[in-house]
């Protein structure tokens, strides 16, 4: 019996990938806390939330518009509505539109420095489904594309992009790195069978999992003298110090059984929110 067809709103979810924003929301809404250093008001915290589902929206919908022929050679993937003709290239194309569009204008309400960079930010997330049919950079690409988060958090916050906020973005683009090298590891038969590039195809398994460690240790150390510079309280530094003893857990995981990238990649929702609980009982709870 075949699994039945989900509705429109299920399958706007899936063409989206809303399951996944988990991954990042935690970071987006911990460094908008941190910007605000507390609450922000709630016209900012929703144009930047807006602005943020904005961007990633363009990113996955102009993907699947990219992707399509290769997802129609992907056993994966070849069951995507894109694929099976239950949205069209054109609604992909227009849902672009559509977010750029909202992007802009949540930019444009937030200040004037965001509307400057909201371009640079839609270049970003738009430049991925070309990067990885050239480069296998395109997996640092995509980590620098996630580093937009803390950017963007203190840029719609503040206005500003203070110089301490570019090493919460060196972290950031690690921390990135380090994920979609998981994620990608998950991907490798597929990737290479289709051409597309990535830090695995490039460098094999081993080395690429022997890599992951160092990020993590990298993306930690940039969290910590961030939070030297902004003065956090102990929580922040201990839930850093958790996040830490995770990652090594899930990268020996990931040594052991790289055939298993699955585990790992879920893992990272469970970081995220540890470090969102951090900054809030730092910013909250201060301790005496």
Do not use: C
Not at 184 to 211: C, H, I, T, Y
Not at 219 to 226: E, H, Q, S, Y
Not at 256 to 271: D, G, K, Q, S, V
């Amino acid at each position: 019996m075949s699994a039945a067809r989900p509705g429109p709103a299920g399958e706007l979810g899936r063409f989206l990938e809303i399951q996944n924003l988990g991954l990042n929301l935690p970071f987006a809404l911990a460094f908008l806390f941190l910007a605000a250093r507390g609450l922000p008001s709630l016209t900012t915290t929703a144009l930047l939330v807006l602005a943020f589902v904005a961007a990633r929206n363009v990113g996955h919908s102009f993907n699947r518009y990219a992707d399509r022929e290769q997802d129609a050679r992907n056993p994966r993937t070849r069951g995507r509505a894109l694929v099976t003709g239950r949205l069209s290239p054109g609604f992909a194309l227009a849902f672009t539109a559509g977010s750029a569009a909202v992007l802009f204008v949540a930019a444009a309400l937030l200040n004037l420095l965001a509307l400057a960079l909201a371009p640079v930010a839609l270049a970003l997330v738009l430049g991925y489904s070309y990067t990885k049919r050239v480069t296998w950079l395109t997996t640092v690409y995509l980590g620098l594309v996630e580093s937009i988060t803390p950017a963007a958090a203190f840029v719609g916050v503040t206005g500003t992009l203070p110089a301490a906020v570019l090493l919460a973005v060196a972290a950031i683009v690690l921390w990135g790195t380090a994920f979609e090298t998981i994620h990608s590891l998950g991907d490798l038969p597929s990737d290479v069978a289709l051409g597309l590039r990535s830090l695995p195809a490039r460098f094999g398994v081993r080395r690429s999992v022997a890599l992951v460690p160092a990020l993590h240790a990298g993306a930690l150390a940039l969290l910590a003298a961030f939070g030297a510079t902004e003065h956090l309280g102990v929580a922040y530094f201990a839930a850093l110090g958790v996040m830490g003893i995770l990652a090594a857990r899930t990268d020996r995981v990931l040594a052991l059984h790289p055939e298993e990238a699955r585990r790992p990649f879920r893992a990272h929702f469970a970081l995220g929110a540890v470090f969102l609980a951090g900054v809030l009982l730092a910013l909250f709870v201060p301790v005496p």
